[in-house]
């Protein structure tokens, strides 16, 4: 009987348990934690201070900790209460990996802290030209077929072929343009063929059966493909040391489907402001340039991602406004207040301007929203109502630090628009980080 009476408690006890963890997994502070940044990062000699407001106590556990300072103290293992602010600080630079577990015992993730040297970069400013080529091709239209026997077809559609599929293999043969798309076609004939696509974040292949157009005897699959883009934008930094530079702050995206353009090759060359078309309430403005020197490129395009356009520069990219390096400013170092961004509108030169910082979001994850920013200077609101299509990319700097790009506009406030914290563009950007200046 007491045998038993311990089974059921154990039961019970195991029960109990289940529950508990169960209702923590789906608990909204439980999802912020799980949500925790997998680096964080702080510059060497200051203090970064890190409020997560939640009513939770974790233990963090540093396998080797030699340069950091949690909350004042330096040791291998740390009980956090995350409702309180927690003070990170090292006087040398370095790497140490914190494994992260709730109630002292429960392993949720683990949590890079990376302590950086006094970074610089020189800040952007100038037009550029963009010109991207795809890897695979984007699906951007179904088409249909008038076969010999005069009846229509569409090969894509009856394949489960969807717009905004990317279209990376055609019979295991790589197609990036839609001259090898028609040429690997015509060459399988009238024999079914496997594309191999990536839908959003899957990978799938797709067996489609070509048809011989009335029209010109040739075979084709119905799809109408993109393989290229081209635009205008903003240079936001350059890396002196590896000649690395970030623009744009935010993708460039297929204007059909919205998706971001994967990149096979792509460059970047000088761009003349032709003419500014001014934001206005609903209609968002634009910036219009053209490409000169064309021969001579700037740089290439190695990465085309949420937080911006990344690449290798061929020379310096240093503009006469502010022509030295600059530190960089982590999010603890930005306020909301006035600050500035950098620009090219009139006679292609880049020039500064006055805005505003409205409100900061503290983010543990990169996003193109970390801050709302507003344009208070009167010549800048005079030429573009604010902020316009082509002023992504363009620095925002505060008490003589990088601390941003401007990335969006507001559609019913053109004066009003988004910024990206710096410190997720320099993860994108490929730079040694850790490499003192």
Known sequence: MVFLNKIKIKKILGIFLIILLLSVNFSDSFQKIVNFPHEIYVIEGEERVLNFNLPIKLKATAEENYIMEVNGSKKADYNLN???PIKLQSDKTGEIDLNIKLFGFLPIRSMKVKVLPDVKLYPGGQSIGVKLKTKGVIVVGLSEIEAEDGKAHSPGLDANVNVGD???KIDDQKVNTAEEVSKVINNISDRPVKLEIKRKDTWEKISVQPI???????YKIGLWVRDNTAGVGTLTFYHDKSKKYGALGHAI???TTGIIMPVNNGEIVSSKVASVIQGKKGKPGEIRGIFYNEDK???NIEKNTSQGLYG???SQLINDKIPKALSIGLQQHIKEGPAKIL???DDNQVEMYDIEIEKLTMQPSKTGKSMIIK??????????GGIVQGMSGSPIIQENKIVGAVTHVFVNDPSKGYGIFIEWMLEEADINLMEKQ
Do not use: Q
């Open 375 to 384: 344009v208070t200077d009167p010549r800048l609101l005079e030429k573009t």
């Open 212 to 218: 011989k157009d009335k029209t010109d005897g040739k």
């Open 297 to 299: 490129k700037i740089g």
């Open 253 to 255: 995206t297929d204007i």
């Open 82 to 84: 995350l409702k309180n």
């Open 312 to 314: 290798t520069v061929y």
């Open 166 to 168: 990317i279209v990376y």
């Open 343 to 345: 620009t090219t509108l």
